[in-house]
C-alpha cells in the first residue's frame, strides 16, 4: 500500500524502491498515481478529506469535462492510465488532452 496525505508518499516498506524505473510497469504506475495526489496538494487539494467523502477511480472521459470536474482519485488514475498507454505505445490522446500538464 501507499498513501499521501501530507504531500509526501508514504510506502508499506515492502513496497519501496530506490529505483521504481526498474520495476515492472505496473508498479511505476503507481508511484505516478501517487505522485498526482502529491500534485493535487502542491495545488492547495485538501487530500485526506475528499478521500474520505469520495473514492471512485473509475471514470468515463466526457467531451468538455474538465479534469479538476473528476474526483480525485479518478484524476490520479487518469495520469496513471496515460502513463501506462504511453509507455505501451497504445493510443491515449484522448487522456493527453484532458490533462492539465
Known amino acids: 500500500?501507499?498513501?499521501?496525505?501530507?504531500?509526501?508518499?508514504?510506502?508499506?516498506?515492502?513496497?519501496?524502491?530506490?529505483?521504481?524505473?526498474?520495476?515492472?510497469?505496473?508498479?511505476?504506475?503507481?508511484?505516478?498515481?501517487?505522485?498526482?495526489?502529491?500534485?493535487?496538494?502542491?495545488?492547495?487539494v485538501k487530500v485526506v478529506r475528499h478521500a474520505l467523502f469520495d473514492r471512485r477511480y473509475r471514470y468515463?472521459?466526457?467531451e468538455g469535462k474538465a479534469f479538476f470536474q473528476y474526483g480525485l482519485e479518478q484524476q490520479a488514475k487518469m495520469v496513471e492510465d496515460y502513463f501506462l498507454k504511453r509507455e505501451k505505445g497504445e493510443a491515449c490522446s484522448d487522456l493527453k488532452a484532458c490533462l492539465p500538464f
Open 1 to 44: 500500500y501507499a498513501m499521501s496525505p501530507n504531500g509526501s508518499i508514504y510506502f508499506n516498506p515492502n513496497d519501496l524502491s530506490d529505483d521504481f524505473s526498474k520495476l515492472s510497469l505496473a508498479t511505476q504506475s503507481w508511484l505516478i498515481h501517487e505522485l498526482v495526489h502529491v500534485w493535487q496538494i502542491q495545488q492547495g
Open 60 to 62: 468515463a472521459l466526457k
